[in-house]
């Protein structure tokens, strides 16, 4: 686990740097790094984690999904990165987004071997349904609390709790 903390705050730190010298580098780097983090996670529960390509690749879909449901908001807060919110998307609707993302879940998803394939699209698609209806802070903030950190915080207890502090730590 050390050698997992050191990795984990290296990359930070290299983010950071890539951030000051190049905002997009940085924040392309930093949501690729987020793909494969969240997906990993999400993961937990209805398969192994050990495929690396299904944890960027459901990661990649949830950031998708929260984007594309708040893409008018996410234009407003991404102004500077002109490319982006100087496109006029205001012929869509947000039922398309979210159509959008659900079509690119399956599509991508049915790819790969899952042991609870079905639970895991319902949960997603729940997810995609709390994106559409709520803003782009709300959306996250639920994302991340309940269906990112509680599963997390669940299954580190139960490993801390068959080993000792120092030996869960390093």
Do not use: R
Request: aromatic content about 20%; hydrophobic content about 50%; glycine content about 2%.
């Amino acid at each position: 686990k050390l050698s997992f903390f050191t990795i984990y705050l290296s990359l930070i730190s290299v983010n950071i740097l890539l951030w000051v010298f190049s905002p997009y580098l940085g924040l392309f780097t930093f949501l690729v790094v987020s793909c494969y983090h969240f997906g990993e996670a999400q993961v937990i529960g209805f398969n192994d984690t050990k495929n690396k390509l299904l944890n960027f690749v459901l990661g990649a879909n949830i950031l998708l999904s929260l984007f594309l449901n708040n893409i008018f908001e996410l234009q407003i807060i991404l102004n500077d990165f002109t490319l982006f919110s100087s496109i006029d998307l205001t012929p869509y609707d947000k039922t398309f987004f979210l159509l959008i993302s659900v079509t690119i879940l399956m599509i991508s998803v049915v790819q790969f071997k899952i042991d609870k394939k079905v639970p895991l699209y319902a949960e997603m698609s729940i997810l995609y349904l709390i994106f559409y209806h709520t803003d782009i802070l709300t959306s996250f903030s639920i994302y991340f609390g309940f269906s990112h950190s509680l599963p997390m915080l669940i299954m580190e207890y139960k490993e801390m709790k068959e080993k000792n502090f120092f030996s869960f730590y390093l």
